[in-house]
């Protein structure tokens, strides 16, 4: 976080390309990734760290 402090559109790019990586790894094993459990892992944290600052700021 602290690399990318004050950048969250390139962090969000950059964990959503390391879910790109991650869904890409589980089909070449051979699986069949649960895409909804790896958005809110790699991606979903954000809009909820979001919604947290907005209600800081009432």
């Known amino acids: 976080m ?3 402090y ?3 559109i390139a962090l ?3 964990l959503a390309a ?3 990586e991650a869904i ?3 089909y070449d094993l051979g699986l ?3 895409l909804p459990t790896l958005h809110a892992r790699f ?6 760290a979001r919604r947290r ?3 800081h700021r009432l």
Do not use: V
């Not at 991606?43 to 909820?48: I, R």
């Open 24 to 26: 890409d790894d589980a």
């Open 6 to 8: 004050g950048h969250s």
């Open 12 to 14: 969000a790019f950059y």
């Open 2 to 4: 602290a690399e990318f």
């Open 53 to 55: 600052r907005r209600s």
């Open 18 to 20: 390391s879910m790109r």
């Open 32 to 34: 069949r990734p649960d």
């Open 43 to 48: 991606l979903g944290w954000m809009s909820l």
